[in-house]
């Protein structure tokens, strides 16, 4: 079969194309914002490889926040590390508050997005949770970039894969984590992430993983994702993906271009997609504008397969057994409310007891960003559930 080449996609499909990927099925904050961890500088993991060579950027990292909506007010980190994967990728991890805390909660990041897209609440959390103020903290915060994404490096195609960032998720609690009770708290591809992980691993579940927040996220039936879009645009889209896909992977210079020259396309399509109120804070669509444009295309496109592919529906059992957290927006475009309306079904089949639901009214996808006292409040109240059992 003949491959389409660059010139025949059109400059029209291939905006449409690009500036659709780009915002699939999750988007925050700008790879910029996350504070990228210089491998000269981290002493290497006692008894592992040396540490291969990554692109990592110069810039330091105030310069690299300059995007943060928070600005000088966002909680800086207590200590940096690199994570190595299995197959050699190192992941850029941030930890606040101290490591003796009673339980850690390990923040799992979405589809193009960075650890900064809980910008919000790493300072609110970590001023409840992991800032002593004279008394034991409840907890400590990790937060770390997925493979392709933020300060973490990249694999091989064939890694890019939702059973590959479960594996990645059990390497950083093996690394930063061996003891102690975990919470999980995953958005988007985020929480496909722990999804995929109670899959895999349903042993983790109840023992060393404690609790569970799914945050606008899905177990599975993506491929239908219509973007809240006119079915005529669906058409369009569901024509012009396989291209622009194509196009991101075999001609990334190419595409690179593309979506410079859709920047306004792409900044409306964010604005459109991720948000539901009116009244959003244009930073905070400037700050979900630039980690698109600072993800590689290359990503974008060797991930959204396996995203739209998911089928995760083996996690319900093992999460049916501890505090679980869903959360959704009630005007999520990118993944509907329908999704976390069928993870709470199912969990309560499953026989879950003691399981939260929280519709957040009037906010969209990014409803850690567009309302993230509603997010902060309900995972302060999982952690408090945690603790008490």
Same mark, same amino acid.
């Given at each position: 079969?003949?491959?389409? $080449?660059?010139?025949?996609?059109?400059?029209?499909?291939?905006?449409?194309?690009?500036?659709? #990927?780009?915002?699939?099925?999750?988007?925050?904050?700008?790879?910029?914002?996350?504070?990228?961890?210089?491998?000269?500088?981290?002493?290497?993991?006692?008894?592992?490889?040396?540490?291969?060579?990554?692109?990592?950027?110069?810039?330091?990292? =105030?310069?690299?926040?300059? =995007?943060? /909506?928070?600005?000088?007010?966002?909680?800086?980190?207590?200590?940096?590390?690199?994570?190595?994967?299995?197959?050699?990728?190192?992941?850029?991890?941030?930890?606040?508050? /101290?490591?003796?805390?009673?339980?850690?909660?390990?923040?799992?990041?979405?589809?193009?997005?960075?650890?900064?897209?809980?910008?919000?609440?790493?300072?609110?959390?970590?001023?409840?949770?992991?800032?002593?103020?004279?008394?034991?903290?409840?907890? %400590?915060?990790?937060?770390?970039? $997925?493979?392709?994404?933020?300060?973490?490096?990249?694999?091989?195609?064939?890694? @890019?894969?939702?059973?590959?960032?479960? =594996?990645?998720?059990?390497?950083?609690?093996?690394?930063?984590?061996?003891?102690?009770?975990?919470?999980?708290?995953?958005?988007?591809?985020?929480?496909?992430?722990?999804?995929?992980?109670?899959?895999?691993?349903?042993? +983790?579940?109840?023992? %060393?993983?404690?609790?569970?927040?799914?945050?606008?996220?899905?177990?599975?039936?993506?491929?239908? +994702?219509?973007?809240? +879009?006119?079915?005529?645009?669906?058409?369009?889209?569901?024509?012009?993906?396989?291209?622009?896909?194509?196009?991101?992977?075999?001609?990334?210079?190419?595409? =690179?271009?593309? %979506?410079?020259?859709?920047?306004?396309?792409? @900044?409306?399509?964010?604005?459109?997609?991720?948000?539901?109120?009116?009244?959003?804070?244009?930073?905070?669509?400037?700050?979900?504008?630039?980690?698109?444009?600072?993800?590689?295309?290359?990503?974008?496109?060797?991930?959204? /397969?396996?995203?739209?592919?998911?089928?995760?529906?083996?996690?319900?059992?093992?999460?049916?057994?501890?505090?679980?957290?869903?959360?959704?927006?009630?005007?999520?475009?990118?993944?509907?409310?329908?999704?976390?309306?069928?993870?709470?079904?199912?969990?309560?089949?499953?026989?879950?007891?003691?399981?939260?639901?929280?519709?957040?009214?009037?906010?969209?996808?990014?409803?850690?960003?567009?309302?993230?006292?509603?997010?902060?409040? #309900?995972?302060?109240?999982?952690?408090?559930?945690?603790?008490?059992?």
């Amino acid at each position: 079969m003949k491959h389409p $080449q660059p010139r025949t996609v059109g400059l029209v499909g291939g905006l449409l194309g690009l500036a659709a #990927a780009g915002t699939a099925v999750g988007v925050a904050a700008t790879r910029a914002a996350s504070s990228r961890v210089r491998a000269d500088k981290v002493g290497p993991v006692p008894g592992a490889l040396p540490l291969p060579q990554v692109d990592i950027t110069d810039q330091p990292a =105030e310069v690299q926040r300059a =995007e943060d /909506p928070l600005g000088g007010r966002s909680r800086p980190a207590d200590r940096t590390a690199l994570v190595h994967t299995t197959d050699g990728v190192l992941l850029d991890v941030e930890e606040v508050g /101290p490591v003796d805390a009673p339980l850690t909660v390990v923040f799992v990041h979405g589809y193009t997005l960075s650890m900064a897209s809980w910008t919000f609440q790493r300072r609110d959390l970590g001023r409840e949770l992991a800032t002593g103020n004279g008394h034991r903290p409840r907890a %400590r915060l990790l937060f770390y970039d $997925q493979r392709g994404h933020g300060g973490s490096g990249r694999g091989d195609s064939e890694h @890019s894969t939702v059973d590959q960032l479960a =594996e990645d998720l059990v390497a950083v609690l093996d690394a930063r984590v061996p003891r102690g009770p975990v919470v999980l708290a995953g958005h988007s591809m985020g929480g496909m992430t722990v999804l995929q992980l109670a899959a895999r691993r349903p042993d +983790l579940f109840g023992g %060393r993983v404690a609790g569970v927040a799914l945050v606008s996220t899905s177990a599975g039936g993506l491929e239908d +994702l219509d973007l809240g +879009l006119p079915g005529v645009l669906t058409r369009l889209r569901a024509a012009v993906f396989p291209v622009a896909g194509f196009v991101m992977r075999h001609r990334p210079g190419f595409a =690179e271009w593309v %979506r410079r020259s859709a920047a306004d396309v792409v @900044s409306w399509a964010t604005r459109a997609l991720s948000f539901a109120r009116d009244d959003v804070d244009p930073r905070l669509v400037d700050y979900v504008d630039a980690m698109i444009a600072g993800t590689p295309v290359e990503v974008i496109a060797e991930f959204y /397969p396996a995203i739209v592919g998911l089928d995760a529906e083996a996690a319900i059992e093992p999460l049916a057994h501890i505090p679980v957290l869903v959360l959704t927006g009630d005007e999520d475009k990118l993944i509907p409310q329908g999704h976390s309306d069928r993870i709470v079904a199912e969990l309560t089949a499953a026989g879950a007891r003691d399981l939260t639901y929280r519709v957040v009214p009037h906010a969209g996808h990014l409803v850690l960003l567009e309302d993230p006292d509603a997010v902060t409040a #309900a995972l302060t109240d999982l952690v408090r559930r945690v603790t008490a059992r």
